[in-house]
């Protein structure tokens, strides 16, 4: 690089050369951090990233070596339960959060129960849900469970940003309450529901693990770490850790766009 050389915080490519140096730099950190405690602690649950990343290799290319499964049948059925339960939590945590935020008497009384529910870890759930619902409709419920509330707290948390005076301007014009919703509360708040989403979707990969451990049969991500674990495969484990990471980012990563994108052109960056 040029002695001359100037970074422009307003120049976008400069802007992303230096977010990838960063990302490369920080993960560069991480992996000679991982190696270097592997090695010194010299544990067999404590693989190398090397040992990892011929793990992830070898089940990229042959598949499940003790079931013969192939990594994009694993995938497939994890991102089946994972998209299963977030959108089931989109569909019903969005509404009530947006109404909750519109209405605050209502808010009031349903906050305490949400309060209550919102601490207590979604693997707590797992073994509740599949074995009263099944290994169908259970593991979306994990997920959906763990993806629910950052969805309502953050809908309505939106709501309650929203500038009274836009809302009295839209009275003035002579809107109704239905129009007044629509027209301006629910624009308002999309920016903080997809700032919801992109922390929910994180929380999903993990509640992943949580529903797949209890629910075997249905294979999945989970299922195959837990079998790796078991048989004393660890570099398969970490593998199985280090596919769910890819997912999460590059799902969280989508989110984040779309929340950019979303917040710019509505003028709120």
Known sequence: ???????????????????????????????????FIAKLANLTALPTPGA?????????RDGDPLTGVSLGEYVKKSFTTFLKGFLLAFVIAVPIGLGLGYLPTLKEFVTPVIEVLRPIAPIAWAPIFILSFGYTTGPPLVVF???????????????????????????????????IFFKVVLPSSVPYIMNGVKVGLGIGW??????????????????????????????????AILIIAILGLLTTGLAEYAHKVITRRMGLE
């Open 52 to 60: 990892t990343w011929k793990a992830f290799v070898s089940l990229v």
């Open 1 to 35: 690089m040029s002695p001359s050389f100037k970074y422009d915080q307003n120049n976008r490519y400069h802007r992303f050369a230096r977010s990838v140096v960063i990302v490369i730099v920080s993960l560069t950190m991480f992996v000679m951090i991982w190696w």
């Open 145 to 179: 469970i763990g993806i629910f509330f950052p969805l309502i707290t953050n809908a309505i948390f939106g709501v309650q940003k929203i500038d009274p005076a836009l809302i009295d301007a839209a009275k003035t014009l002579g809107a109704n309450t239905f129009q």
């Open 206 to 239: 993990m509640c992943i693990v949580a529903a797949e451990l209890y629910a075997t049969p249905l294979g999945g991500l989970g299922f195959y770490l837990n079998e790796q674990a078991v048989s004393g495969n660890w570099p398969g484990a970490y593998s």
